[in-house]
């Protein structure tokens, strides 16, 4: 589910999501899996986990995000013109 419904408590969407994991993302370039994943969790509320994986699918997809699966990491992929 990326788009919201009337039903979806907007705090637990697939792209308020994203939006949280690429900020923590911004602070530390590289964090692995279950780090990222605790980080959401205490932030929002257990229900987060469910679009975890939806989120970090969607980031991974418009080139946001790479795994590092040596490490089992994401890392945030940056562009010339961000900061």
Partial sequence: MLTPTKHTNIRYSVLFIAGKLLKYLHFERL????????????????KSKYNFDFALTFLYSIGRVQYIKDIDAIELVTTENED
Wanted: charged content about 30%; overall charge negative.
């Fill in 31 to 46: 964090l692995t899996y279950d780090d990222l994943k605790d980080s959401l969790i205490n932030d929002l509320g257990s």
